[in-house]
Every structure is written in structure tokens, then in C-alpha cells.
T-cell receptor
Framework: DGGITQSPKYLFRKEGQNVTLSCEQN?????MYWYRQDPGQGLRLIYY???????QKGDIAEGYSVSREKKESFPLTVTSAQKNPTAFYLC?????????????FGSGTRLTVV | RKEVEQDPGPFNVPEGATVAFNCTYS??????FFWYRQDCRKEPKLLMS???SGNEDGRFTAQLNRASQYISLLIRDSKLSDSATYLC?????????FGSGTRLSIRP
């Protein structure tokens, strides 16, 4: 079955540590996205990529980094520069040119700073 | 003013009732609109797109009012399984904005 796989489901990070969240899709979608969701707030876009080897900053990119070396993979690194990283992180993909529609989300990663 | 605003709820209604909630958007150039459903601690899933002429999918009806800049979602004959948070999504100028969601709770 096609879909998006995010791992790990739960992640604990110590202060000052970088961590990487994995996102893999086998839907053959060109576009991939990373969102952050905090309680009582909508999803906020961190980074997105429309094609391999290219990505753009979203609304809250500071303290995060991404890469898109393969169509199937779009890992997100939460760096120590991100001051408040505890949140629910969602990866999504969509066919190119379809915005909002056709989004498939992964099941998310809950990141907690300890 | 937020670009997309939703009443956070919760809306607490009995099973079988009809419930409706709105989502307002600030940019009149907004192009496309969607409703997503998100269950507790799960990922959002597309519920339906919202077309200018309105659209219906079973018990769910979505409407767009461009003049007043809002979209609505109506759920008829509500089921316990409809309990979730409903996210409004608006697209303009290649930008997607998610509302913070309206929480719906259906009681037996």
C-alpha cells in the first residue's frame, strides 16, 4: 500500500542536541512538506520541497534544516538553535501543483525536550 | 486578524443532531478551500474540497461564501464517529494556511 512513513513515533531530545525526523513516501509524489502542530494551533509550515535537490523555507524555518536527495525521502533535522522544539511534527506529500488537496500526511512524530 | 479563523469549540451535540461550523478567511484572493478531519493525536485527513457551487458527500455538506469570505461545514445525522477536530484549509498565492480547528464531540 502507498503511503507516508514517519519515524520515530515518539522522540525525546536533550537540551543542545540535534535530532533528525525521518519521512519516507512511496506515492511517487513530487512535493513534500514538514509541518509543526502545537496545542490549540493550526499546522505551521516549516519547509517544503517541490522537486528533488530543491527546498524552500516555510513560515517557521528557523532552527530547522532539511534535505531532499531522493524523491522518496525528506528528513527534518531539529537543531539546537530551535528554542522550543516540543511539538507534533507532521510530514505530508502531494502531487505537484495541487495545493491543499491531495495531501497525504504521515502519522507524525511527537518530539519532547527533556 | 488571523488569515484563517475557526471557532475552537468544543461543539458538544447529541447523536443524530445536525451541526454546522464556519471558517473565515481574510484574503479575498484565496483560491481553493478544503476541510480536513483530525482525530485525537493522529494526522489530518482530507474530508472534502469546497467548491464555489457547494458540494455534498453523504451527510456532509460544504459551502463557500466568497462575498462574506467564509466556508462552512454541515454534518447531518451526526454519529459518534464524527467526533474529531475539523481543520479548515485555505490556499492563496501558492500558500496554504491551516486553521487551528474546531473540536466536535458527539454524545450518545
Amino acid at each position: 500500500d502507498g503511503g507516508i512513513t514517519q519515524s520515530p513515533k515518539y522522540l525525546f531530545r536533550k537540551e543542545g542536541q540535534n535530532v533528525t525526523l525521518s519521512c519516507e513516501q512511496n506515492l511517487n509524489h513530487d512535493a513534500m512538506y514538514w509541518y509543526r502542530q502545537d496545542p490549540g494551533q493550526g499546522l505551521r509550515l516549516i519547509y517544503y520541497s517541490q522537486i528533488v535537490n530543491d527546498f524552500q523555507k516555510g513560515d517557521i524555518a528557523e532552527g530547522y534544516s532539511v534535505s531532499r536527495e531522493k524523491k522518496e525521502s525528506f528528513p527534518l533535522t531539529v537543531t539546537s538553535a530551535q528554542k522550543n522544539p516540543t511539538a507534533f511534527y507532521l510530514c505530508a506529500s502531494s502531487p505537484t501543483g495541487i495545493l491543499g488537496d491531495g495531501y497525504t500526511f504521515g502519522s507524525g512524530t511527537r518530539l519532547t525536550v527533556v | 486578524r488571523k488569515e484563517v479563523e475557526q471557532d475552537p469549540g468544543p461543539f458538544n451535540v447529541p447523536e443524530g443532531a445536525t451541526v454546522a461550523f464556519n471558517c473565515t478567511y481574510s484574503n479575498s484572493a484565496s483560491q481553493s478551500f478544503f476541510w480536513y478531519r483530525q482525530d485525537c493525536r493522529k494526522e489530518p485527513k482530507l474530508l472534502m474540497s469546497v467548491y464555489s457551487s457547494g458540494n455534498e458527500d453523504g451527510r456532509f455538506t460544504a459551502q463557500l461564501n466568497r462575498a462574506s469570505q467564509y466556508i462552512s461545514l454541515l454534518i447531518r445525522d451526526s454519529k459518534l464517529s464524527d467526533s474529531a477536530t475539523y481543520l479548515c484549509v485555505v490556499n492563496f498565492a501558492s500558500k496554504i494556511i491551516f486553521g487551528s480547528g474546531t473540536r466536535l464531540s458527539i454524545r450518545p
